[in-house]
């Protein structure tokens, strides 16, 4: 109802405006009814292939060690060689960059896997790829201080916002989960939700902790934090 207002709005605005005969008025209406919702339905093929509640896993990595000091040279190439790294594991992994974000606690990077395309073992390639990360970023950047959180589970996984800015988002109770046990995580470690642990178990050597309580979610959750990739996993590490 409100968008049949607006378009009547829109026809009424041409008809105080302009001389135009009845006729051509009631055509013009019609047209602009027709021109809205056509520009609010329209949806690209990405859209059309993406939009849907999909089985993915996150992974948010935090920085603290890193700052926004873009007056820094040294602290640019610093930024610059630690988003590369970033990426270039997220990709070997079948993932891709969700986010990279600078707040006053540092940075804060964020990785999808299986939200464009399903693989075999999403679960499998995040945890890979969060350990393949936790070791490069403290033997290549003597970094100490970083921690990561890795859920998996069912998200929206879409195309969202006006046709002059959208934006590919990951939305759902697991992306919550994943960023607050990147909060919880100890120093140089990670912490991997129930459901990475049971699907990696046998592939992954794990290390029990104590029970979390999670913001936003009820009861206790016990923590889970990879210690050793098993042998057959080595070459793919």
Known sequence: ASLTA??????????????????????????????????????????????DIRTVSVMFVSLPDLEADYNNVKNQKMLNDVFNCLINVTYKYTGFCRDFLFEDKGCTFIAVFGAMKRGESDELAATLAAIRILNTLQEEYDMETHRIGVSSGKVFCGIAGPTVRKDCIVMGSEVNMAARLMGKAKAGTILVSGKIYKTTKDRVEYEQGESLKIKGFEGGFPSYSPSKILSKNRRSL
Do not use: G, W
């Open 6 to 51: 607006y378009s009547d709005e829109v026809t009424s605005t041409i008809s105080s405006r302009t001389s135009l005969p009845r006729y051509a008025l009631s055509y013009t209406s019609l047209l602009s009814h027709q021109r809205i919702f056509a520009q609010l339905n329209r949806r690209s093929k990405l859209e059309m292939t993406t939009d």
